[in-house]
């Protein structure tokens, strides 16, 4: 399961450094945390991943900023 430059795309709505809607995994399948219930977004009835890659952070701030929204 490989997701399609997911760390890339604009941010969503609820996206915040601590959470994302769907994963921003590269590659998922090796995610300490796939498929972990109440954690992944792939089990979550809300698509939201509460354990996005640890280099998301600064990930969230340089879209907010290439976005208008710092």
Same mark, same amino acid.
């Given at each position: ?13 609820? +996206?915040?450094? $601590? $959470?994302? !809607? =769907? #994963? &921003? ?6 995610? =300490? $945390?796939? *498929?972990? %219930?109440? !954690?992944? /977004?792939?089990? &979550?009835?809300?698509?939201? #991943?509460?354990? %996005?890659? /640890?280099?998301?952070? @600064?990930?969230?701030?340089? *879209?907010? @900023?290439? /976005? =208008?929204? +710092?």
């Amino acid at each position: 399961m490989k997701n399609i430059n997911p760390f890339h795309d604009p941010l969503k709505l609820e +996206d915040t450094e $601590k $959470k994302t !809607v =769907g #994963c &921003r995994h590269t590659k998922p399948d090796i995610c =300490g $945390k796939n *498929l972990m %219930p109440e !954690v992944c /977004a792939f089990c &979550r009835t809300d698509g939201i #991943c509460m354990s %996005p890659p /640890a280099s998301w952070k @600064k990930q969230f701030q340089k *879209l907010k @900023k290439d /976005a =208008g929204k +710092d």
